[in-house]
């Protein structure tokens, strides 16, 4: 069984479209991120969401957008695509421990974004 | 500057070396610490938490350094099966986790 899944794993589009990327978890999470690996392999964080929340925002273009249905789901759109854009978004998941702590996180396998 | 920051490597050891790791955090009120591996193509998995007193599993050892401020992984009798990227993770008080760039390690026949 998956824990954390990513929809798609592969994700190769023009410059200008808008795409976007699913994540969902069966862990019972409270806490859901996306993270950016570039080229040269630095993990960054651009989001995290608690309980659909949104708790951080990091610097990050306007042009992505997460969403958060519930919290076993956080999605992640991006209008009008750069070749920048092209990198690894993974999702990841959490939990809260007496609302502060949190244990370690779970990744998704990743989408592979390639604009051209 | 980063708020975790590694020796990016690569270090390449043959099978049976003892290799070392360390990684520095800026933030002196980060509160847990983690190693993650991470191989090529692949996501970022947990290997072992890292305790202030230190803590042992199998072949791997983690360190905290609190008053200077860093984290090491000491790996015995390298495998070829440990080749991978090993990632320095921090967790601040804001409930942020700041991941290393990680260190790349090819233990060679």
């Known amino acids: 069984d998956t824990a954390v899944s990513q929809t798609p794993k592969y994700l190769v589009t023009q410059m200008g479209n808008d795409k976007s990327i699913k994540c969902e978890q069966n862990?019972?999470?409270?806490?859901m991120y996306w993270y950016k690996q570039d080229s040269k392999k630095f993990l960054k964080i651009m989001f995290s969401?608690?309980?659909?929340?949104?708790?951080i925002n990091e610097t990050v273009p306007n042009r992505f957008s997460p969403k958060s249905p519930d919290k076993a789901h956080l999605n992640l759109h991006i209008n009008s695509l750069e070749l920048g854009d092209s990198a690894v978004y993974f999702c990841?998941?959490?939990?809260?421990?007496?609302?502060?702590?949190?244990?370690?996180?779970?990744f998704g396998p990743g989408t592979r974004l390639l604009v051209l | 500057r980063k708020e975790v920051e590694q020796d990016p490597g690569p270090f390449n050891v043959p099978e049976g070396a003892t290799v070392a790791f360390n990684c520095t955090y800026s933030?002196?009120?980060?509160?847990?610490f983690f190693w993650y591996r991470q191989d090529c193509r692949k996501e970022p998995k947990l290997l072992m938490s890292?305790?202030?007193s230190g803590n042992e599993d199998g072949r791997f050892t983690a360190q905290l350094n609190r008053a200077s401020q860093y984290i090491s992984l000491l790996i015995r009798d390298s495998k070829l099966s440990d080749s991978a990227t090993y990632l320095c993770?921090?967790?601040?008080?804001?409930?942020?986790?700041?991941f290393g760039t990680g260190t790349s390690l090819t233990v060679i026949p």
């Open positions: 969401y608690n309980n659909k929340e949104l708790i």
């Open positions: 890292v305790y202030s």
């Open positions: 990841a998941s959490s939990q809260m421990i007496a609302g502060v702590f949190q244990e370690t996180q779970y």
């Open positions: 933030n002196s009120a980060s509160q847990s």
């Open positions: 862990l019972g999470h409270d806490t």
């Open positions: 993770v921090a967790l601040s008080y804001g409930n942020q986790f700041y």
